[in-house]
């Protein structure tokens, strides 16, 4: 692997952390009509998490963990795609 197609890889990868640090939350409350909203809007300040009563957001139900492992998986998957994609090119 040549020094370019490393940068690019990692190009793929700092563009996928970019749109799934910003649009996480928004495809969460899209998704699941759950209140969660863009990082600019409250993020989860009007989730379904904070009532008393169920149903709950799955992406927040699980905490900080259950987060994180949502986000990372969705930056992996998105990450190798652009990876892919770009190498294509």
Do not use: D, K
Not at 31 to 46: D, E, I, S, T
Not at 47 to 71: D, K, L, M, Q, W
């Amino acid at each position: 692997m040549t020094s370019n197609q490393w940068l690019r890889g990692l190009w793929g990868f700092g563009l996928a952390l970019a749109l799934v640090g910003v649009f996480v939350t928004p495809y969460c409350g899209f998704l699941f009509q759950c209140g969660c909203r863009p990082l600019w809007a409250g993020v989860v300040q009007f989730c379904n998490i904070n009532n008393s009563a169920p149903p709950y957001c799955p992406f927040c139900n699980h905490g900080v963990t259950g987060y994180r492992i949502v986000r990372f998986s969705l930056l992996g998957f998105e990450g190798l795609a652009l990876t892919v994609a770009l190498r294509r090119r």
